[in-house]
């Protein structure tokens, strides 16, 4: 399962979102009806989504790293433990998938992204992300610079190389 591309999708007179059959594909066959949405834990205005067992597999590894073995166990029993794996569970929705690709974007998504203008989805490998169109263009920006800085930082030293 690899999400790749970006995609700006108008939503239509319902409100709904039309999943490009390129994300579609890259949905388990098992998942391919449903999906899950949740905030980003870092990126306010930000929607990530996953396939439900894309979703639980992050979760998990999210818990075996976090938590380790004795870990989870604290979890479960003190509830003041603060279980990072849980805090995205909270927020998280599954997402009926309609046959024809489209998808109801719950209130709570729509309002943090800023659906006015749609939205843009964005493959990042195991998952994707929704987008408010212009602070996706404004991010895209700021990492084609970071990118070139990267690229430019594998250059061995003195390499001798110009621009090309």
């Known amino acids: 399962m690899a999400f790749r591309s970006e995609i700006l999708i108008k939503l239509d007179k319902k409100g709904r979102v039309q999943m490009p059959a390129a994300f579609r594909d890259e949905l388990p066959v098992d998942d391919r009806n449903a999906f899950v949405l949740y905030h980003s834990p870092n990126l306010p205005g930000v929607v990530n989504g ?42 998280a929705r599954t997402i009926a998938l309609e046959p024809d690709g489209r998808f109801s ?43 070139a800085a990267f690229v430019r930082g594998l250059a061995p030293e003195n390499s001798g190389g110009g621009d090309a």
């Open 105 to 147: 974007l719950p209130g709570e998504f729509a309002e943090a992204i800023g659906v006015a203008d749609g939205v843009v989805l964005t493959g990042k490998g195991e998952k994707f992300q929704l987008w408010n169109p212009a602070r996706w263009q404004a991010r895209k920006e700021a990492d084609r610079a970071k990118m």
């Open 50 to 91: 996953n396939s439900r067992s894309g979703f639980d597999a992050m979760l998990d590894r999210l818990r075996a790293e976090v938590l380790g073995p004795k870990g989870s166990i604290k979890v479960a029993l003190d509830d003041e433990a603060f279980d990072p794996a849980g805090y995205l569970s909270a927020s």
